[in-house]
């Protein structure tokens, strides 16, 4: 089997894949020019994640930008295929044996089609006819990761497929998992597109949902928290919506929303977001709170070592009118806040993301395990900082969004180990019920991102 992950260890600055040649392919209808031509671009794009170790969607948001001759259904065509690609590289890798490069290509292309069931079947049997494969026309409208799996090993006996390999070998190193049942679902999970999640704010949820689907965005709420807002599976012009633009309406996973759930911010709380980002967990500790009383007197001060995101985090809370919320950018070791001065520490630390790879699903083949094993001295160092400013009494929040118990229960006990004068608190999983002290949202459970939640008080 060819290692794609052998070819992207490092960073390169050589122009992306040269193009492809398909001169000696006769196309001769408008479907089967447009299909090479798409064949081209998502080939040259796809070389350019891999090769650089660039974002596919910054990487597809550029090539958009500067390509502006493009409508929406090449792009649509173009993008999808391209997210497919890396949703199924484990398998469509190993086509990789055929001599020609441009065979190979549409071979793959075609595979990875049929995997999705694509719609633009015009280009698709264009790429099929192209690629020399008259045989896979059978492939059934797939519900389930085992069932494409079964129909690969029919249609390409010669090779072995099974549903393990869709994740790098190095992710079941740092996420072990003993149960066969519970490894499957989680595959199943990262191969699949979760739908965007919302949060509402200073709005009541069934108006907010009312609004939306008015404008055919097929908004519901959901089962676990009275403002999650479940908005569907298609793109969403943000800025053409009054709701987001007036701060009632905030983009935000569920499976991140459980971390400021678990908070349990109290109305009148100081809370500290230390890593705060673009601040989606301070926005949401604040409307907790101000869920509570509308007079809710609680304040966040948010941190982070980057100053655009407090940028950002500074326009979404003026949108909400959230005066309480208030940035201190970390520079140095130094704290950027008092001392045992707050009433709950939220530490939503640096990680590997391995639990947002259903949103981003080329990382896991950019990525390599160094990943995760860089990241847990930094976490401990940023958590046990963060820790001397919880006053006796308080609460401190670990959270991150990767599955590896490396970056998660480790560095909890790692921390525990050194600080006796923390404890860890039993809470409640929301999507399961589940009463522990230490919880990972895994993405099956409530279709969601992964995330890692811990939180621990401080004695008086
Ligand atoms: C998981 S993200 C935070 C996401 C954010 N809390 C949210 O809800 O959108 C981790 C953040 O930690 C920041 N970070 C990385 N190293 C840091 C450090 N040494 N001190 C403070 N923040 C750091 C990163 O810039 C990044 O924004």
């Known amino acids: 089997m060819v290692d794609a992950l052998n070819t992207s260890q490092t960073r390169s600055t050589e122009p992306s894949a040269d193009a492809l040649s398909f001169d000696n392919l006769q196309a001769d209808t408008p479907a089967q020019k447009r299909a090479l031509s798409y064949a081209n ?59 020609e490069i441009e065979q190979t290509w549409l071979i793959q292309l075609t595979i990875n089609a049929r995997l999705e069931s694509h719609p633009w079947s015009e280009f698709i049997s264009a790429w099929e006819t192209f690629a020399g494969l008259v045989s896979i026309n059978s492939a059934p409208e797939f519900s389930h990761i085992s069932q494409r799996a079964t129909w690969l090993n029919e249609q390409f006996s010669e090779h072995c497929f099974t549903t393990d390999e869709l994740v790098p070998d190095w992710f079941w190193e740092v996420c072990p998992s003993e149960n066969s049942e519970q490894r499957l679902a989680l595959v199943e999970s990262l191969s699949s597109r979760p739908p965007i999640w919302g949060r509402v704010q200073n709005i009541d949820l069934d108006d907010a949902i009312q609004s939306l689907q008015k404008l055919d965005i097929p908004a519901k709420g959901c089962e676990f928290f009275s403002d999650s807002i479940n908005l569907g599976n298609k793109n969403i012009n943000l800025n053409g919506l009054s709701l987001y633009k007036e701060g009632e309406l905030e983009i935000q996973d569920l499976g991140s929303q459980v971390v400021g759930q678990l908070c349990q911010p109290r109305a009148d709380d100081n809370w500290w977001d230390t890593c705060s980002g673009a601040g989606g967990k301070s926005l949401q500790i604040r409307s907790l709170m101000l869920q509570q009383s509308q007079e809710a007197q609680g304040s966040i001060i948010a941190s982070d070592i980057r100053r ?26 130094e704290l950027p806040v008092p001392h045992a001065h707050f009433d709950g520490v939220l530490v939503d630390a640096p990680c590997s993301c391995t639990g947002t790879w259903r949103r981003n699903p080329d990382m896991r083949w950019i990525d390599t395990i160094d990943t995760v094993l860089d990241k847990p001295s930094l976490q ?59 919880h990972t949202v895994v993405p099956y459970q409530a279709d969601t991102d992964g995330m890692f939640v811990a939180r621990m008080l401080k004695r008086s």
């Open 308 to 333: 655009k995101p407090l940028e950002e985090l500074a326009k979404r809370a003026k949108r909400a009118g959230f005066k309480k919320i208030t940035t201190s950018p970390w520079k140095s070791d």
């Open 380 to 438: 401990l160092d940023i958590l046990t900082r963060s820790s001397k400013a919880v006053k006796a009494g308080a609460t401190l929040v670990y959270a991150t969004c990767s599955l590896s118990p490396l970056e998660n229960e480790e560095v909890v006990k790692a921390f525990l180990a050194q600080h006796s004068d923390f404890s860890l608190e039993i809470t409640t999983h929301p999507f399961t019920g589940a009463k522990d002290t230490m």
């Open 41 to 99: 671009t998502i080939y040259q794009l796809f070389h350019q994640v891999m090769d650089k170790q660039q974002p596919a969607d910054r990487v597809v948001g550029e090539y958009f930008r500067v390509n502006k001759k493009h409508g929406s259904k090449d792009r649509r065509v173009i993008r999808e295929s391209l997210f497919a690609l890396f949703r199924w590289w484990g398998w469509l890798r190993k086509f990789d044996s055929q001599s």
